[in-house]
């Protein structure tokens, strides 16, 4: 098959909102260097660039061929998806959540997922909102679109002929991939439909390969039909116009305005001393003559 000399990893999409998530939270961060709001949240989106790069790294050396979308975004009516990484193969596509986790992670036999951390010498477990559940959330918005607007392109034949011979979701796999080397996830009392859709940064590609070689090939698409399906993503993702200082400001910042800064200029508050007594006044005098008696008004 012509396909079988097509080993690249092909970007069609590489951009992320998580970089200009990061530099809108900087900008902000500037402005109120004391709000830990704002410093927690860039903590996370940082540790989120660095966990979708390893991912990248990951897929860019997987020598198996295969087209990769960097965050798809989906509408369907009132419902909306984010995906970390959509990744099409001659033979299914996945669907990647890609999680930094922080501390260690239990799925218990129900399929919840459990963090576990130490916080000043205790011990401390804790529920979290189930990765996978998200997932599949995204994977359900993706199928409305297929129903609605993608099954009937021509283009797509081969795709159609993947769902006939399997069905919708064994072609269109969901996986959360954990990008934290240091992180133990105990997958031992997790139902196995769950613990097989949870792999490690290092082990994805080894997962898709494994997929791969058990997959009937007389069902592979060519090169060119493998590209049409990935490029019907990109047909369906919605552009991210967000403005993300804008909305962590009112998120984040709202009306806890940083007691440090002068509220007239931006300023920074100093303390005066005047025959009067202390006051607050703005760094910025004689341009601004904005001045408080108590530095938390």
């Known amino acids: 098959m012509l396909f079988d000399t097509f080993k690249d990893t092909v970007f069609l999409k590489e951009t992320s ?21 704002i410093k927690e949240e860039l903590y996370v989106v940082k540790k989120g660039i660095l966990g979708e790069r390893e991912i990248k790294y990951q897929l860019s ?3 198996i061929g295969m087209y990769v979308l960097h965050d798809i975004n989906l509408k369907y009516e009132n419902l909306t998806a984010q995906i970390d990484y959509v990744v099409v193969t001659r033979y299914c596509c996945y669907f990647i959540e890609c999680k930094n986790l922080y501390g260690n992670i239990i799925i218990n036999d129900k399929g919840d997922f459990l963090r576990e951390y130490n916080f000043n010498g205790k011990k401390i477990r804790k529920g979290m909102y189930s990765p996978l559940r998200q997932v599949e959330a995204q994977r359900e918005v993706y199928k409305k679109l297929w129903n609605t607007r993608l ?23 969901v996986l959360v991939c954990a990008t934290n080397e240091e992180t133990i996830i105990n997958t031992k009392y997790a139902p196995k439909d769950i613990k097989d859709k949870i792999v490690r940064a290092d082990a994805l590609v ?6 791969l070689k058990l997959s009937d090939k007389t069902l592979w698409g060519s090169k060119k039909a493998t590209e049409d399906w990935a490029k019907t993503f990109l047909n369906v993702n919605v552009k991210d116009d967000t403005d993300y200082y ?7 910042v709202g009306d806890d305005k940083d007691p440090n ?5 931006g300023g920074k508050l100093v303390e005066r001393t ?6 607050i006044g703005c760094s910025n005098y004689p341009k601004c003559k904005y001045t408080s008696k108590n530095i938390s008004n």
């Not at 005047?274 to 006051?279: D, I």
């Open 61 to 63: 050396k997987a020598n």
């Open 151 to 173: 099954s009937s392109n021509k283009l797509l034949n081969y795709v159609r002929r993947l769902i006939n011979e399997g069905n919708f979701t064994n072609i269109h796999k």
């Open 274 to 279: 005047s025959k009067y007594g202390k006051f």
């Open 261 to 265: 800064k002068c509220p007239k200029c």
């Open 206 to 211: 080894r997962r898709i390969q494994n997929d």
């Open 246 to 252: 804008d909305y962590y400001k009112n998120t984040l």
């Open 17 to 37: 909102s998580l970089n200009k998530k990061r530099d809108a939270l900087e900008k902000l961060l500037k402005e109120y260097p004391n709000n830990e709001k």
